[in-house]
């Protein structure tokens, strides 16, 4: 199954960037890219999803965002792009925001009830069929290629079996991600058969329960940020949601992970050598504008 849809979620306060999040959404906030340009970070997002060949884009959003997010692609009026024309380079730009208006559609998020329930809302949009889910407030960067589209081939590869993306953290950044145990391919070192998923795991269950062979000691594998999602991670949540199965007072998007595992199967494709970047608090914010601009 060909995926040709993407879900990305921006439906959040942004609370841990306050108060500049007050004035202007996280996910509208200016990151400059290697080619000089300040774009908006949902806008760097949905440039690289079209290049990797994402035909549809669904952003979850809270009511009446649509509009922020419409006006923005839409881009300046009359008189704004006269004062533009001594920059040819950014006329050009204006024209291409407005040329991807067409690929995106809305979900709307009107209670704040997790990751899981956020998704929930693009069962809609995807219709029956599978999705590349990708986090609001990150980019990622790979060496000569895009990571979208590598594991949109994983995904393929796999026989349309759910396949996210992970990468190498450390002890200390585990209480950030979803880990994984699990064993990898001989078709591909970097392909994993998950055999358990877990949401933020304490160190004593990751370094017992959560090995994946080819590590260190103390070397595990993370969420990166992006998931390839059979159409049956939707029935799942919606079992989870009309049977108020919840961890930590929400609707948590790992645990449906989980039982899609337990139930048809799931692999993990390592991005060894891709970058992401973490726009969703201060301190990493700092580092990935600075970073992100650099070819």
């Known amino acids: 199954m060909k995926i040709r849809k993407a879900v990305v979620p921006i439906a959040g306060l942004g609370t841990r960037l306050f108060p500049a999040s007050h004035a202007c959404k996280k996910e509208l906030f200016p990151i400059v890219a290697p080619d000089g340009i300040a774009r ?81 809302q693009s069962r809609a949009f995807a219709a029956g069929e599978p999705i590349l889910l990708c986090l609001g407030d990150h980019l990622f960067r790979g060496r000569g290629y895009s990571c979208h589209a590598r594991l949109m081939q994983a995904f393929a590869d796999c026989g349309g079996k759910s396949v996210s993306a992970v990468n190498r953290i450390r002890p200390e950044e585990l209480k950030g991600y979803g880990t994984i ?9 970097f392909l994993i058969e998950i055999s358990r998923i877990v949401e933020k795991p304490a160190i004593n269950l990751a370094r017992g329960q959560l090995r994946v062979d080819g590590l260190g000691q103390d070397e595990f594998l993370g969420w990166f940020g992006m998931h390839a999602l059979a159409p049956s991670i939707f029935g799942i949540l919606e079992e989870m949601i009309e049977q108020n199965v919840r961890q930590k007072g929400e609707f948590q998007m790992t645990f449906a992970q989980e039982l899609q595992r337990q139930r048809e199967g799931y692999y993990a494709l390592e991005m060894k050598d891709g970058q992401r970047f973490d726009f969703g608090v201060p301190a990493d914010f700092v580092k990935s504008v600075a970073a992100f601009a650099q070819d």
């Open 40 to 120: 908006a970070l949902v806008h760097h997002q949905v440039n690289d999803l079209i290049a990797a060949g994402i035909e549809e884009i669904c952003m979850i959003i809270q009511p009446g965002e649509d509009r922020l997010v419409n006006d923005y692609f839409q881009g300046p009026g009359k008189d704004y792009l006269e004062r533009l024309e001594k920059y040819p380079d950014l006329v050009r730009e204006a024209i291409q925001m407005r040329s991807v208006l067409k690929s995106i559609t809305f979900a709307v998020q009107a209670t704040q009830d997790g990751y899981g329930h956020a998704v929930y």
């Open 181 to 189: 145990a699990g064993k990898r391919t001989r078709a591909n070192p």
